[in-house]
């Protein structure tokens, strides 16, 4: 993979520039954001618009993926096409000026050609919500995940202080597919901070930042402590869950649009 990374970044041309996006979207409508042939995502939809405004369909690497359902406040782009005749900015408000409410480009430039949105991202932060009152609320079900039940926020949040720390997550992942003669991808990664609060009387938010997040962690995570919180799962679990290293030690992930990606960090 890294070698893979190394020989895009020297194949790059000097006459090529390379256009950065930082931008936000609900991800209701959407496929998930990489692109996915015969469905709708937001990368879909905006190599759609470069194809159409420059006449270039380029390749777009994103800090993170987000799967179907998943929103983002902060999502992090890039692509490397022959410099335009219009600004960045004016290609950032073309974009927005298609796709808004749904994705807007919050800020475009141009960035340093070696400039890599995911491999160069150093950490990433994102945040869940729940409504935890008697009844949904139609307003906000497209970003909340509704559980009726009362949770213990002392108890999750004693689960959720054992996963800060660089652990092995396999029991918190979906395992990527690999070939039969690969060795299985490493799921260690470092959580810097995690921690639940009660934003006001029945709206609920989990806050999560580490170094870098493999497929599904942060909503299974979400689904464990929610078990917690409901008492199917005690907080002295999580240890056991985590050297397991076997999904079926954890709980059913939770729903993807409690799910947001909310910042992107680099050097």
Known sequence: MVITHLWQRLSL????????????????????????PGVRTVVGEIQTILSQWTGYEPAVIMSGRTDAGVHASHQVLNFCIPELNI????????????????????????????????HDATGRRYRYLVNNSENADPLTAHSHWHIRQPLDLDEMNRAAAMLIGSHDFTSFCRRPKQEPDQQPASLVRRVVAAEWAELQPGELKFAIAGSAFCHQMVRSIVGFLIGVGVGKRQAKETTAVLEAKDRAAAEPIAPPHGLCLTEVEYQ
């Open 87 to 118: 600004s960045a900015e004016k290609l950032g408000w073309i974009i927005s000026s298609k796709l808004a409410p749904e994705v807007v480009v919050l800020r475009a430039d141009v960035a340093p050609l070696e400039f890599d949105a995911r």
């Open 13 to 36: 041309s000097n006459s090529d520039t390379n256009y950065r996006l930082v931008i936000s979207y609900n991800g209701s409508g959407f496929r998930g954001l990489a692109p996915n």
